[in-house]
């Protein structure tokens, strides 16, 4: 079946950088769009960016421009995505989505999240 | 950026119920408004798209409704398992903002 597989938690300590991975399985990856969405504790979803697969064009909130970057290895068709300089509020679930075909940007799969706890 | 904000925030209703949420954006987003439903340590779930259209396998006792800025998700019937928290995204333009979610409760 459809579906994205996300790396396990991560503890980092603030300054430090975070790589999660999102592997996508049951359809060709290079087909749907990759976004990012975070979320922190008892708070809500807030959109990070997106990415191609298959040029590898990304675009970024702009909370997030020079910290955040999405990439993609098509070989095992999966996304990642590196945070760095991170800080306490980065503390999150970190999910990944597939966006549906047509116009809408439905993100209408997602992985099951990875906490990302950042603690000195 | 385009804001997104829901009303309300949280709601306590009794199964049965015919419940309403509406997002409303900063600005015009035409129909460029996706809904999608959390549960509790689980994933969103997307259920209305394009304003007004079922994701493949959403029951029927939702709906959504709205252009431009106003808009609507509403609940018929409400059944135990929509007991969950409810989140509007505009997608006309990046960032694609979400609303701040709306927490529904059994009363």
Same mark, same amino acid.
């Given at each position: $079946?459809? $579906?994205? %597989?996300q790396s396990g938690a991560e503890v980092k300590k603030?300054?430090a950088s975070v790589k999660v991975s *999102?592997? !996508? ?9 990759? =976004?990012?969405?975070?979320? !922190?504790?008892?708070?809500?979803? &807030?959109?990070?960016?997106?990415? =191609?697969?298959?040029?590898? =064009? ?14 993609? =290895?098509?070989?095992?068709?999966? !996304?990642?995505m590196e945070l760095?300089?991170l800080?306490? &509020?980065d503390t999150a679930v970190y999910? *990944? !989505?597939? &966006? ?5 940007? %439905?993100?209408? %799969?997602?992985?099951?999240?990875t906490t990302v706890t950042v603690s000195? | 950026?385009? #804001? ?57 006792? /939702? ?7 106003? /808009? +609507? ?9 929509? /007991?969950?928290?409810?989140?509007? #995204? #505009?997608?006309?333009? +990046?960032?694609?903002? /979400?609303? #701040? ?7």
């Open positions: $079946q459809v $579906q994205l %597989v603030p300054g *999102c592997k !996508a399985s049951g359809y060709t990856f290079t087909t749907y769009d990759i =976004n990012w969405v975070r979320q !922190a504790t008892g708070q809500g979803l &807030e959109w990070m960016g997106w990415m =191609n697969p298959k040029t590898g =064009n990304t675009g970024y909130a702009q909370k997030f421009q020079g910290r955040v970057t999405i990439t993609r =290895n098509t070989s095992i068709g999966t !996304a990642y760095t300089s800080r306490s &509020e999910y *990944c !989505a597939r &966006e549906g075909s047509g116009l809408f940007h %439905v993100l209408d %799969v997602w992985g099951q999240g000195s | 950026d385009i #804001q997104m904000t829901q009303s309300p925030s949280s709601l306590s209703a009794s199964v049965g119920d015919k419940v309403t949420i509406t997002c409303r954006a900063s600005q015009s987003i035409s129909n460029y408004l996706n809904w999608y439903q959390q549960k509790p340590g689980k994933a969103p779930k997307v259920l209305i798209y394009a304003a007004s259209y079922f994701q493949s396998g959403v029951p029927s006792r /939702f709906s959504g409704s709205g252009s431009g800025t106003d /808009f +609507t998700l509403t609940i018929s019937s409400l059944q135990p398992d929509d /007991f969950a928290t409810y989140y509007c #995204q #505009q997608t006309y333009s +990046t960032p694609y903002t /979400f609303g #701040q979610g709306t927490k529904l409760e059994i009363k």
